[in-house]
């Protein structure tokens, strides 16, 4: 298949009476091609894109410039995340429970590690065709997918990237597994924040389940009909990304989109929709968006999608953050029938800007359409969920309303978030790069 196959136009309002898109976009699919075949076989010197990536006029991000970022009156948070404890409580409190988006510097990740991981997936979508067209399905079922666009065949209009997307866990890593580089700083957050056995991590599975998508955003010649990733949320509980040198990266704060920062070796955390419900709104999961690429560099970036991998196990607001004067905002639901929704609505329209936000407004007590999505419950939330989520949020600083417990309970429960961190920055060090690699050499 060529870009000829397809209907081309750069002109968003001309009419296509023969335009059959469910035809093209199963042509493109079946070609294995993705998005950056496409582009060399012979679009990249065009003017235009396939009408397949053509959303709607209303929606369109109109001329985007080759040199930004834009200044706006916001910015995402950048935490240094050496500064002492109560200024770092502080400032993740405050991002958490506003913008929804911080950076974090001085992690602990090595430097080479993020461009290594970042080297690995752009070196693989530069393959030749007839390598990464042998890896191209649809089965995550397999562990492991590389497409274009997840919902190519439910979305009104394609974005331009191209996606290799895997599960990297809930399975842990042994600590002698992890590169000695972090070894000892993560064994040190283990052991300082739990005050447990060794195992115990294995019972909460609340953080667990983990998926990466390593995203490949190639020069797009029209950026100004396309996105790179249209508007969303996420759903799960936390999303851990890094990203190369070329900007796209957009988050919604009030009624602007605020560019994220590029700061080298900064790694980007944001709260899903999981801990927005579990924190009873303290914390907030936000619109965020990726703008089609219009520098021949192609954007490379890699985000860890972390969330509860008992997908069976009620959540809803934690006990300990429902009062009188505070009631639950949102109604218990398994994981299972929380993600079947969210995808549904973000199948049914392509002209909301957030299809997905719809169904988190869905499951507030006293909205239309509450009742009647699931079957309610109300026990107690599952143990793992009490120890782990409750830890973060206390961990930052909030919400000890349980005066009573001794000193060493309060430090391991304030010392939480230093082991959750611990935890991604063995997922980075050690899944990331290495499954990307033995995946790659198949």
Not at 172 to 185: G, K, T
Not at 403 to 415: G, M, P, Q
Request: glycine letters at 6%; one cysteine or more; charged letters at 20%.
């Amino acid at each position: 298949m060529s870009s000829s196959s397809l209907t081309l136009t750069s002109d968003p309002h001309h009419p296509h009476q023969d335009y059959d898109r469910l035809k093209e976009v199963k042509q493109f699919d079946d070609s294995k091609l993705g998005v950056k075949g496409l582009l060399d076989s012979g679009l990249a010197s065009s003017s235009s894109i396939p009408l397949i990536f053509h959303h709607p006029p209303d929606s369109q991000p109109g001329p985007i410039s080759h040199t930004r970022p834009t200044h706006t009156h916001h910015s995402i948070p950048i935490v240094d995340f050496s500064a002492p404890k109560p200024i770092l409580t502080d400032q993740i409190t405050r991002a958490a429970s506003t913008v929804g988006f911080f950076q974090i510097t001085n992690h602990g990740i090595p430097l080479h590690v993020i461009q290594r991981t970042l080297a690995a997936v752009k070196s693989f979508n530069e393959l030749p065709a007839d390598i990464k067209t042998a890896h191209y399905h649809r089965e995550m079922g397999r562990g492991v997918t590389f497409s274009t666009n997840v919902d190519l065949y439910q979305s009104k209009a394609a974005s331009w990237r191209d996606t290799l997307q895997m599960r990297v866990s809930p399975v842990l890593p042994n600590p002698s597994d992890i590169p000695e580089v972090v070894r000892e700083e993560v064994l040190g957050f283990l052991s300082e924040g739990l005050g447990v056995e060794e195992g115990r991590l294995k019972e909460m599975t609340c953080l667990e389940g983990r998926t990466m998508a390593a995203h490949y955003y190639p020069y797009c010649p029209r950026p100004d009909l396309t996105y790179g990733l249209t508007s969303h949320t996420d759903p799960g509980v936390v999303t851990v990304l890094v990203q190369n040198e070329v900007v796209g990266l957009q988050v919604k704060v009030g009624e602007e989109w605020v560019d994220v920062e590029l700061v080298e070796g900064a790694v980007v955390i944001n709260i899903g929709d999981i801990l927005q419900i579990i924190s009873n709104d303290e914390y907030k999961s936000v619109e965020h968006r990726v703008l089609a690429n219009p520098l021949q560099e192609p954007r490379v970036s890699v985000a860890v999608f972390c969330n509860p991998s008992n997908r069976d196990g009620l959540f809803g607001p934690l006990p300990e953050l429902v009062s009188q004067e505070k009631p639950a905002r949102y109604r218990q639901f398994t994981l299972s029938d929380y993600m079947q929704r969210k995808e549904g609505k973000m199948t049914t329209s392509w002209t909301d800007s957030n299809p997905g936000r719809r169904f988190i407004g869905c499951e507030r007590y006293g909205q239309p359409g509450a009742c009647g999505y699931f079957n309610w419950f109300d026990p107690p939330m599952c143990d793992r969920a009490k120890v782990v989520i409750p830890g973060l949020l206390r961990s930052l600083g909030r919400h000890e309303t349980e005066k009573t417990r001794d000193d060493a309970e309060i430090k391991r429960l304030r010392n939480m978030n230093n082991v959750l961190f611990a935890a991604l920055v063995a997922t980075w060090c050690l899944f990331v790069p290495c499954a990307l690699m033995v995946w790659l050499n198949k």
